[in-house]
């Protein structure tokens, strides 16, 4: 069993696919602006408190989004939309 974590550029990605600036991320999962815009700042494993990646990954796999682990798939470390049914 891999242990998942949550990267800043998957992050990144996951937006970008969905569309949504830093803000949209904000407002839908409840984490502030800042708090978004300063994460996003650095590169690597997503930092700070636990349940604040847990309301972006949360937020971002409510809208069709599914992280890729290394080890778990043959494409790798990514994200990709599973469905057209965004926001």
Same mark, same amino acid.
């Given at each position: 069993?891999?242990? !998942?974590?949550?990267?800043?550029?998957?992050?990144k990605?996951a937006r970008a696919?969905?569309?949504?600036?830093q803000?949209?991320?904000?407002? $839908?999962?409840?984490?502030?602006?800042p708090?978004?815009?300063?994460?996003e700042?650095?590169?690597?494993?997503?930092?700070?408190?636990?349940?604040?990646?847990?309301a972006?990954?949360?937020t971002? !796999?409510?809208?069709g989004? $599914?992280f890729?682990?290394?080890?778990d798939?043959?494409?790798?470390?990514?994200?990709?939309?599973?469905n057209?049914?965004?926001?």
């Amino acid at each position: 069993m891999s242990i !998942e974590i949550l990267s800043i550029r998957q992050i990144k990605a996951a937006r970008a696919l969905l569309d949504w600036s830093q803000m949209d991320l904000a407002k $839908q999962s409840g984490v502030s602006y800042p708090t978004i815009a300063r994460l996003e700042t650095k590169d690597g494993p997503v930092g700070g408190r636990k349940d604040t990646a847990d309301a972006i990954r949360a937020t971002l !796999e409510s809208q069709g989004i $599914q992280f890729l682990v290394e080890g778990d798939t043959a494409n790798g470390v990514g994200v990709v939309l599973s469905n057209a049914e965004s926001d």
